[in-house]
Structure formats: C-alpha cells, structure tokens
C-alpha cells in the first residue's frame, strides 16, 4: 500500500499546526534554521516509540448494530484485563457522542490504572476513543465499512512506550513479561467474541487457533520541546495564561463560541473540555476540534490538549512546575512520524515550517508577559 496519502495527510496536519495560535504566534517562515536560543531557554527534538497493533475482521451484522455493540465497553473487554467504571449492561448499547468522557478503572498484572476515556470522533464509519491515564495517553480506532457478507471491521490501538522515569522502568517491565504479545493475544480474542455475538455458527476458539490474526507494530512520535524559566511562582504564570486578554490572544484564530471560551477559563482540576472551533488563517477557514485536559491535581498547572483537524491527532502539553528561581514553562508537540519518512526528514520539514521558532516565540511571549507585571 502507498504511503503517500498517510504522508499527505500528516503534512496537511503538519500545516494545521503551523497555524495552530494556541500556541504559536504565526509569522512567514523567512529562514530555514532555526536562530540560536536565547539565554535561559532550552530546545530539544527527540523521538518516542510507539507500539501499536490492527486487525480487520468480518462481522455478520450491518456497521450500525455492530458500532451500538462494540459502543459498550462490557462488550470489548480484553482478557486478562479487568475494566471498571464505564460498564453498562448488555441492553444499554448507547451509541457515544463526540466530547464524551467516562471515567475508567483497568486492573492488569496487579496494578490499578485509574483513567478516563474520552470519544474523540463518532460517527458511522468511525468510532475514535482516546485514555488518557497516568502512564500516558492511548487511542482506539474503530472503523466501521459495509461489505457484502455485513461489516468490515477494523481495530486499531496505539500506545506510548514510556522510556524515562518511573513510568519507563514499569514499561520496561512489561515488555520483559511480555504483556504487549498478551495483550495483542486478548485483543485478537476479544474481536473473536465479537464475530461469534453475531454469528453463533462460528467458535472463538477456532478463530483464534491458528494464532494471533492481526499484526503487531512499533511506529513513532517526533517530539519537539522548548523550557523556560520565569521568574514567577507556577500559579501566576497560570494566571497570566489564563487571563481573558492573553487567553483570547494565544487562541486568537481558533474562532470558538463564547460559552465553550468561557467554559476553558474556567476548567479546573480534573475536567476535560470538549471545544469545536473554526481555523481561520490567511483568509482560509477548517473544522477543527479540541479536546483540552487539566489534571486531577489540583497542584498541578497547565493543560494538555488533543487537536484533530483533517483526521490527524496532535498532542500538545503545556506544563508550568516549579522551578529555580520560580517557574520552568515547558512545551510539547507530539507528532506520529509516517513510516516512509525519516526522523531527519521529518525535523527539516518542521523546521521548514518554522515550528521550532513559533514554540520558541510563544515560550518568550509568555516568559515576557509574566515577569513585566511581576
């Protein structure tokens, strides 16, 4: 299969976030390197893998029953996996809307992760679901097409491999004990069990003898990251940024009602705020969606947030810790890496589109901001 539409897809993602004022203050890209940083400011580019796994199966039922079943989580559960707090019974096959959350409970190898989930995109071809959990996010991709025999299923997860820091030596571990061949052994059983639901001539045994009918990957995320310090306390820069003023000027060409803007000022700990918004640049107008977290502590200070404009997936993290002197500001983009291109073709094009230098400026911007008025 051609790698060109994954390829012309991620760049028009790409794009998006080049225009993409949440965080940057677009400027003409005038210059293909990126200046020196400044003094007290860091830049790093590193790549993070990714393991992933996809299976297509044939499902007896039309894609409208089969997306109201798979709707349930009760009904997808992985063996070997117990999952809490999103359950519903069997009659209750409700079909999800995009912004929904549920919280969520996976008991594995004996640990507690507590999470929640969030749609992303439904629709009747598709049914996206992202979890967000202390180890990280992950993304499940339900596709859904007619075929002659019924419906032309297919599954998709992706997960962050973590490689730093606590959450690296517990996926260490699990690599060890190989619990990504389990999981992909559970989730071809549980896709199993959901062709036999609709075709009981059919024996889950059976279909999974033969071994695992899907097919394992590793892909990877291309990170950019900018730190700065300011000479602040945590909360106050999170003011600064949250403040009406400087908030409706780092969003000033999302284009969002005034409730869903109100609603962002407002988010606190825990809560997740679903947003459609209109990006308008250079006199061009897109749908967008975002999907904008706080986490549950309420110590903690900054935002993550899941951008999906086109069909691409962008995660972006902006973090304020404390730090010497005050505060260290930190950014993030997340960005897949198609397999047919490289890291380094991957950092020229993004450099290209001047990413780097609108991280930088958006970093100094705010950095300026808190201190002029400190």
Partial sequence: MSEWPQIRRWIIGVVFLANCSLLFNCQPIKKLLVKPAPEGLMETAYTVRLRGYVQTVTVKADPAAVRAYISNPANVAIPGLKFEGAERSPAENLIPTTGQTSPFVVRAVGINIQGRILVVRSDEEKLWLLLESPFGFHIQRWQFKPVKDGTQLTFQMEYELQEKGIKG??????????????????????????????????????????????????????????????????????????????????????????????????????????????????????????????????????????????????????????????????????????TALSSEQVDLMMHLLGIPQMLRDRALRIKNGVEQIG
Wanted: net charge negative; charged share 20%.
């Fill in 169 to 338: 030596q517990l996926g260490k571990i699990t690599e060890l004990v190989g619990l990504g061949e389990a999981l992909e052994k559970g989730m071809d059983r549980m896709l199993a069990e959901v062709q036999v639901h609709f075709d009981p001539s059919l024996e889950a045994d059976q279909l999974v003898a033969l071994g695992v009918r899907g097919e394992g990957y590793e892909a990877f995320l291309q990170v950019y990251e900018t730190n700065v310090g300011i000479s602040a306390p945590p909360d106050r820069v999170e003011a600064w940024a949250n403040n009406s003023e400087n908030a409706r000027m780092l969003m000033e060409q999302f284009q969002m009602e005034n409730q869903y803007f109100s609603q962002f000022l407002e988010l606190g700990p825990g809560q997740i705020l679903y947003a459609p918004a209109v990006l308008a640049t250079k006199g061009l107008k897109s749908k967008a969606e975002l999907f904008i977290f706080r986490d549950p502590d309420p110590e903690s200070h900054g935002w993550k947030i899941f951008a999906l404009s086109y069909g691409i997936g962008e995660m972006i993290e902006i973090q304020i810790e404390a730090g010497p002197g005050g505060s260290l500001l930190t950014f993030k983009i997340k960005s897949e890496i198609p």
